[in-house]
């Protein structure tokens, strides 16, 4: 298939009901758009816009969906909140991007929410925006402790200072709760906490987090992975 071709798939899981994957995004907007096996009708909407960027990010996002379902074809619904839907396919989907990765987590039995993001160091200025006090305190904390371990020079080039990495973690799961919701009434910092984990001893772990909703408080597990210089992370199913 044209797709396994032009489209390199450097991260897949098949956990029971879910399918979650990560390509880069390397191909030209040619072959990827072909490779998106989109309606008509989208294709018309994504070709009137004027960043090539954001179309070979549209474009992959689709391209992946196809590959992980085995679809001939590809038609994305929004509803009001612009929270994402497969036609024809009574599951939930997620789409994240960056210039460099799209990622893409199906799942069949619950909703479902996955964030990717590039580290760097502006998300340093925003971060009483989206958290907690307990949450930054953890955060400073935790990222003393590793340079006290590991000696980094917070500056040193090409090495992302740990609380930086922390901050990134925290963003990506507080926007893949929300995108689980798909709600604009959850707020990020006030409704949405991340408890804190060992963050440092792992390349990947399940972490857990709770959610404020109006009938009461949801406990949720996630996951993060690290690609390269960028951070993902994904819900789990809840138990049935």
């Known amino acids: 298939m044209f797709i396994f071709a032009i489209m390199p798939l450097i991260f897949e899981k098949k956990p029971p009901s879910s399918r979650i994957g990560v390509w880069h995004i390397l191909e030209t907007e040619i072959e990827l758009k072909a490779a998106s096996r989109i309606a008509p009708e989208d294709l018309e909407i994504a070709e009137t816009w004027k960043n090539e960027s954001r179309r070979k990010q549209w474009f992959a996002c689709r391209a992946l969906l196809a590959h992980l379902l085995g679809l001939p074809s590809v038609k994305i619904s929004y509803d009001e909140h612009q929270k994402p839907s497969l036609d024809n396919f009574s599951g939930h989907i997620s789409f994240s991007h960056t210039t460099e990765y799209a990622a893409v987590l199906v799942n069949e039995n619950d909703r479902a929410g996955i964030d990717i993001e590039k580290l760097g160091p502006r998300i340093e200025r925003v971060a009483d925006r989206f958290l907690q006090e307990d949450e930054l305190k953890h955060i400073s904390e935790a990222a ?13 080039q090409g090495q992302c200072h740990p609380h930086t990495e922390l901050l990134y973690l925290y963003w990506c799961s507080k926007e893949a709760l929300y995108k689980y919701y798909g709600k604009p009434s959850i707020d990020l910092k006030n409704d949405i906490h991340i408890s804190p984990f060992d963050y440092f ?40």
Do not use: W
Request: net charge negative.
């Open 144 to 156: 003393e402790q590793q340079l006290k371990k590991t000696g980094l020079n917070a500056g040193a």
């Open 201 to 240: 001893c792992n390349s990947q772990a399940t972490f857990a987090a709770m959610v404020n909703v109006p009938e009461g408080v949801a406990n949720h597990e996630l996951r993060f992975e690290r690609i390269g210089d960028h951070m993902f992370v994904y819900t789990l199913s809840k138990p049935e």
